[in-house]
């Protein structure tokens, strides 16, 4: 079984460097170019397309989908993480007290939760969700796209290759990028991360 996880292209809160979590920001055109750049260039050719709610990653997937002639499955499972009261901010618009948090939630997001956000164990725990519904319906020999979220590709990464919980936030995962796990004999395999070698076209 292969899984081909992609976070969805650039939106204008991604450009500004505003926390977006579960905010439905939608694409801006960079993000649609970078959609149409890797459905042209991913060479694997996926069984099944899953994608969350979220309309950045829905539109996302959209040429793949087109190009490979199959339907997404929606899973809420695979929205972003809440960050709750943080979300729409830029780092330098929050007050001492709150980046204070915020740099708190950056060494230690598994013990520490963004006001009104998600708990990393509620986020772990639906990413492990997310993957039981996607491998019951992937066969052994399929493979499988998510298009998702950074947060998401984190914590299903370090998940799946039995690393430490809070290692996730040290994993870099950038719009557009292509992440493969692969699993083989009993165990998964980190066979790509990260890869944005499909924008570095001019047109993307």
Known sequence: MKLIWIRHGETDWNRDFRLQGS?????NAKGRRQADCLAAC?????????????KRAQTFSAPLASRFGLVPTVLTELREMSFGHWEGLRYADMDC???????KWCADPVNTCPPGGEAGASLAH??????KIIMADTAASETAILVTHGGV???????????APATAARIQIDTGSVT???YMSEHWRLVRLNDTCHLGREDC
Do not use: C, H, W, Y
């Open 23 to 27: 905010s439905d920001v939608e694409l």
């Open 153 to 163: 590709i984190r914590v299903a990464v370090a998940m799946l290759m039995g690393m």
């Open 126 to 131: 639906r990413v492990q969700n997310a993957l």
């Open 180 to 182: 493969v796990l692969e």
């Open 97 to 103: 007290e709150m980046q204070a948090l915020f740099e």
């Open 42 to 54: 991913l060479p694997d050719k996926p069984d099944k397309i899953f994608t969350s709610s979220l």
